[in-house]
């Protein structure tokens, strides 16, 4: 009962926005600027990437712990046990996202752009981390993860970043037309 009420006034609320003239739809704006990041990163750092992070920030963490545990481990020694640009830009990413919700209209546009079946409950909270925690450590197997791979990639112009960033969003959208289709009841 409850459940339908919010949904009602969630609708209701969506209902009442109405998209600008004109206006560049929010993905092109902010893919953009993702875009020009890591142009920046490349042309300054290196190719964006975000799973060594947490190697880093855990095995930074233990040596605190245990003096000379990164020092033993060749994983660490090659990687770096340390709080550097990636573990910052983690953070920075979580911090972003939690800005984006807690400011004027995040929470409301976050509402109505999801489909009931992916709105926040408990159970889909641990789902959704114990799904990126399986995610991380496959991308570590793989020696790097999607912005890695794709992002970095795609702006490197290499052909490997295109075909995976193709396939990954393939993926994406079998696995989400699957999803919408079981929550409609198979229609």
Sequence with gaps: MIMERTEVSTQAACATETPSRGALPPWLIWGGMIGLVQVFAIATVQPLGVSTAYPQLVGYLVDQVVPGFAESQPYLQKIGAKIGWEVMLVFGMALGALLSR?????????????????????????????GGFLILFGARLAGGCTSGHMLSGIAQLALSGFLFGAAAFATGVLTASLLLKRANGGR
């Design 102 to 130: 807690l400011l004027p209209g995040g929470a409301r546009t976050a509402a109505c752009e999801l489909p009931a079946l992916f709105r926040a409950s408990w159970a889909r909270g641990l789902a959704a981390f114990v």
